[in-house]
């Protein structure tokens, strides 16, 4: 086994042409669980560790471009006001030492369905920035995964970073799982509530092939608080509004029986992360509204 | 493949590493420093954590030539001149090593909490060494040692 150790980016891409047998490695807190267990003999790993481009990330106007590599540690400490689902999620990721390492890049190449930074980027309405020595596009969250455990990037490309839009209004993520620390998703949700556009954003973890979107739970809770004029009077949210909408996220999904959980099991517990993240949600931006400081709910 | 990283201060090789190997592997095979365990090799326990450029991490998931240039401290390298590290001697005076397969690694993921400087609450010091693992003690004895060392962290550098 070979390894590649390229000291720019630019060698990196080509590297990565050249070898397509190699496996790209960043925090390798998934890549090395496989070589330690034998899981996976590539012919090369071509370490992603060095390049300052993948670190760091930068406010780009009403975007947030946050390098592939950049560990869920500092997602946590310094990204909790423009993303803050992302942020929530990543606090959520295995422990610190995973945290220290593991990166929404190294997530997204694994592209594993219970992943948790995916339902914040989908929620948030996230793309993928993929590069190659042909040049650089950018893939929409929601068409990144095709598959369980596989992702929208062609063999001669990398993550250079995920451009997630800047939150305009709040967010919320939840994860279910057996204790606070070290699990991995039974089921996760993140809602995105965006003031600005109308629109409310979600995404549903661990309960399908792939993690993906709530569209018509997306749409019926948009619709209802347009109709109802809660967009503008930041009205308590119905009761009746939050219930349906989780409902809706649940019918979304496709979860099938494994150790983690049943698919029933699944599907409920869904629906009521669903419905307590949106009244979650609508109470912080009642909160913010009024300025009282209390949840009035 | 050659490696040359700096371990507890010293700039350390290690000939013949193999691309697949860990930073854990080298540190215990070929460097002589066994104070790093391995037990699961897939970032559960936490009894394989070093600092990798002043930050914990589990050894068994860093591929050994990310370490390369880089700085490496063990639990060995704690201490001075070969005594223990305040954390260490807490973790003896609280009796929170009973087998001590997991006490290095508990070491070392106590200090990153202990050298912030604050007396940290029984929830912080849950939350930092949620990602170690401990068969024997009951781990309270463990986060009574931590609030010992944290106490005479914080009166010794008060
Ligand atoms: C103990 C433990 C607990 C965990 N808990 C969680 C958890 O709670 N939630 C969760 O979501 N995950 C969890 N994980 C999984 C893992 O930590 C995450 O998936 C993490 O985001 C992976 O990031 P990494 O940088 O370590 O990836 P790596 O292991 O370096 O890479 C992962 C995959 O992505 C590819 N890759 C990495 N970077 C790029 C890039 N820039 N471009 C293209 N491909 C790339 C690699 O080739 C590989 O296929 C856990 C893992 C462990 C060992
Ligand atoms: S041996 Fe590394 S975490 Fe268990
Ligand atoms: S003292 Fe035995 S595992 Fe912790």
Known sequence: ?297 | MRLSCHVNGERRCADGVRARESLLFVLRERMGLPGSKNACEQGECGSCTVYLDGVPVCACLVPAGQARDRQVVTVEGLGDDGGLDLVQEAFVEAGAVQCGFCTPGFVVAAHDLVRRGYAPTEEEIREALAGNLCRCTGYEKIIDAVKLAASRWWARSG
């Not at chain 1, 090369?44 to 930068?58: C, I, K, P, V």
């Not at chain 1, 995973?98 to 929620?123: E, F, M, Q, T």
């Not at chain 1, 995964?145 to 995920?162: Q, R, Y």
């Open chain 1, 1 to 297: 086994m070979d390894y590649l150790q390229p000291a720019s980016w630019a060698e990196a891409l080509a590297l990565r042409a050249q070898r397509p047998d190699a496996v790209p490695v960043a925090g390798g807190t998934d890549v090395m669980v496989g070589l330690n267990f034998d899981r996976h003999r590539p012919a090369a790993l071509l370490d992603l560790s060095r390049l300052r481009e993948l670190t760091g990330w930068e406010r780009d106007g009403d975007h947030v471009r946050l390098g592939a590599a950049e560990p869920y540690t500092r997602i946590v400490q310094r990204l909790r006001d423009p993303l803050p689902a992302l942020a929530q999620a990543s606090r959520t990721v295995g422990s610190p030492q995973i945290r220290n390492r593991g990166s929404v890049g190294g997530n997204l190449g694994s592209a594993s369905p219970a992943g948790d930074a995916h339902p914040p980027l989908l929620a948030a309405g996230a793309t993928v920035e993929a590069a190659s020595v042909r040049g650089t596009r950018l893939i929409p969250a929601a068409e990144f995964f095709t598959g369980v455990k596989a992702n929208a990037l062609a063999p001669d490309e990398l993550i250079a970073a995920v451009r997630v839009p800047v939150a305009r209004g709040p967010q919320r993520f939840a994860k279910i799982g057996t204790r606070n620390a070290m699990v991995i998703a039974v089921c996760s949700f993140a809602v995105a509530l965006d003031l600005a556009g109308r629109r409310v954003g979600t995404g549903v973890g661990s309960a399908a092939p792939t993690p993906r979107r709530a569209t018509a739970a997306e749409e019926f809770a948009a619709g209802e608080l347009e109709a109802a004029g809660l967009w503008d009077s930041r009205g308590p949210l119905p009761g009746s509004l939050a219930r349906r909408f989780g409902q809706l996220v649940a019918d979304a999904a496709s979860p099938v029986d494994d150790v983690r959980g049943t698919a029933a099991y699944r599907r409920h517990a869904l629906s009521v992360i669903a419905r307590r993240t949106l009244t979650w949600a609508w109470a912080e931006l009642r909160k913010e509204t009024s300025g009282c400081g209390c949840h009035a709910m």
